[in-house]
Structures are given as C-alpha cells and as structure tokens.
C-alpha cells in the first residue's frame, strides 16, 4: 500500500533527449514536491504545488518543468537533459505544507543522462 | 552556503550503544527542525521534529535535542539497533517568501555493527 509511488524507478535517456518522469499520491494531500538529490548531497527542492499554485525555486533551472493535472499526480519534465541532471529524483506529499508538516516520499527515479 | 550542515558523512556505533547524529544551522528564522530517514533504495521517511520553542523530543528510542544558542541539534538513538542502519537527513524549516522553506543537511551514514 504504496502512498507515494514513482514511475519508472530507473530512467535511461538520451542528452537532450526530453524525459518525463511521474509521481502519483493515494494521501490526498495538498502539496506535492520534486527534489532533485545528488550523491551525497542534500535533497535540492526544485518546485512544489500547493494545490494547483505552482511554486518555482529561484534556482531551478528553466530546463525543468513541472505539471499537476488533478490532486493525484504530478510530473516532471526535463526539457533537454544535460550528463548534469543525472540524479535521483525525489517526489514528495505533505497535507499542507506547514513547516512541521511530515512530508512523505517515494522512492525515486534515478535518472541516468547517456 | 549551507544552512544545515551534517559534519559527518558516517558513523559507525556497536550495536546497543548509543548513536548520536549531529547537525548545525547557520538561520536563526528556522522555527522547526525534522529528522528523516533514508534506506538504499527507498525515499526518506519522517523519523521525529521539534519546534524552535523546545529543547528535547523524545519518542521511543529517539531522541532529538536542540541548543539554539549553539545553533546545534542532535538526534540520540538509544539503544542502536541493526535496522538502524541508514542514511539520517537533519532538515530545517523557515517560512520564508511566502512559504515554509524546508532545508536539508547532506546527510549522515549510521552503521550499526553486531
């Protein structure tokens, strides 16, 4: 009884090639995230959605866009990976944000730029 | 510039002592502080917070202490077991541009030995 589930686990692509990567949610919660972590680096948050307000880091890079179509699910798109964007992908839920809020997480995507 | 830093990429504590994780933060706007763990393979998980306001949390064998005048939180697992084993995230929370700005450490490595 997965709640927050990552499609695919593994992601082979093309550089330049662009790739769409997939969370869905059973929780219901109102905000969902995509972090992108590096080996041995902290999880880097890259946008979230509070509902259907979309929230950019100011450092995210225009390569990566983000979609919610309904409360379930939630994509990334890379436009044109770089051997750089090589990374796990971390999708995330939270009920509704607050700064105590637990947030749950799938599994990831890895994500492998050839 | 690091906010939260997790000074030690691992630590490796004998089964049934006790493991303490350290982490520093250089914000004094962060108002709460979490604590997750990660398994290979697997997203991270809410393991236990505190608020700003507190000094100690405990839940179980988990323990989270806070010293704000040191800027310094530090998560006591007593006594270690082997499922303990995993990568622990120190993650700060501040609201922020309109948000709650959650940051996170890079992580620390706990191996727990038989």
């Known amino acids: 009884d997965a709640m927050v589930i990552q499609n695919p686990r593994y992601q082979v692509t093309q550089f330049g090639k662009p790739v769409t990567l997939s969370c869905s949610q059973t929780?219901?919660?109102?905000?969902m995230y995509w972090y992108q972590q590096k080996s041995s680096q902290a999880p880097k948050l890259l946008f979230h959605?509070?509902?259907?307000?979309?929230?950019n880091e100011a450092d995210t890079p225009d390569n990566f866009q983000s979609r919610r179509p309904n409360t379930s699910f939630c994509f990334l798109d890379i436009r044109s990976p770089g051997l750089g964007d090589a990374a796990m992908y971390l999708c995330?839920?939270?009920?509704?944000?607050?700064?105590?809020?637990?947030?749950?997480f799938g599994q990831g995507t890895r994500l492998t730029v050839v | 510039d690091q906010q939260v830093k997790q000074n030690s990429p691992s630590l490796s504590v004998q089964e049934g002592r006790i493991s303490i994780l350290n982490c520093d933060y250089t914000?004094?706007?962060?108002?709460?502080f979490l604590w997750y763990k990660k398994y290979p393979a697997e997203g991270p998980t809410f393991l236990i917070s505190?608020?700003?306001i507190k000094d100690k949390n405990e839940d179980g064998r988990f323990t989270v202490f806070l010293n704000k005048s040191a800027k310094h939180l530090s998560l006591h697992i007593v006594p270690s077991q082997p499922g303990d084993s995993a990568v622990y995230f120190c993650?700060?929370?501040?609201?922020?541009?309109?948000?709650?700005?959650?940051?996170w450490g890079a992580g620390t490595k706990l191996i727990i030995k038989p």
């Open positions: 505190i608020s700003s």
């Open positions: 995330a839920t939270s009920r509704d944000g607050g700064g105590n809020t637990e947030a749950f």
């Open positions: 993650a700060a929370s501040a609201y922020m541009d309109s948000n709650y700005q959650l940051i």
């Open positions: 914000n004094s706007m962060f108002d709460y």
């Open positions: 959605y509070y509902d259907k307000d979309f929230n």
């Open positions: 929780l219901n919660h109102n905000v």
